[in-house]
């Protein structure tokens, strides 16, 4: 069973940083594309930034654009989340998520085309 654990939530002020981790296990993470998404209390699940399997091509919601970075080191079975520049807006709760190149939609933004999800990290900017 593919497992997908996320760390480095926390609390941070508006303006600061923080990097979110995602330890993938088991399964062919170098096959995955990778996804992170957000949910804030009320509010629908959003699509945050999006990373190819073969690690060529990246995605992000306009609402982060120049301001996150998506990365992986397949060496570790980890995707990162570099965020930047925070805002009160930001906060919410992020998930990461796999999807298996094989059946991977190319509907990156859509949790639909995920297969594997982790349980997801608090981050809370302050203003």
């Known amino acids: 069973q593919v497992r997908l654990v996320e760390s480095g939530g926390g609390l941070v002020e508006a303006g600061g940083s923080l990097t979110l981790s995602c330890a993938v296990f088991?399964?062919?993470?170098?096959?995955?594309?990778l996804g992170w998404f957000r949910q804030a209390p009320g509010k629908e699940r959003e699509f945050v930034a999006h990373l190819a399997w073969s690690g060529t091509s990246t995605y992000y919601a306009d609402s982060v654009k120049g301001r996150f970075t998506i990365s992986r080191d397949n060496a570790i079975n980890t995707v990162y989340l570099q965020m930047t520049r925070l805002k009160p807006e930001d906060t919410a709760v992020y998930s990461c998520?796999?999807?298996?190149?094989?059946?991977?939609?190319?509907?990156?933004?859509?949790?639909?085309?995920?297969?594997?999800w982790g349980r997801g990290t608090q981050v809370t900017v302050s203003s």
């Open positions: 088991r399964g062919t993470f170098d096959t995955y594309s």
């Open positions: 998520a796999a999807a298996p190149r094989d059946s991977f939609s190319g509907q990156y933004s859509q949790p639909r085309a995920y297969s594997y």
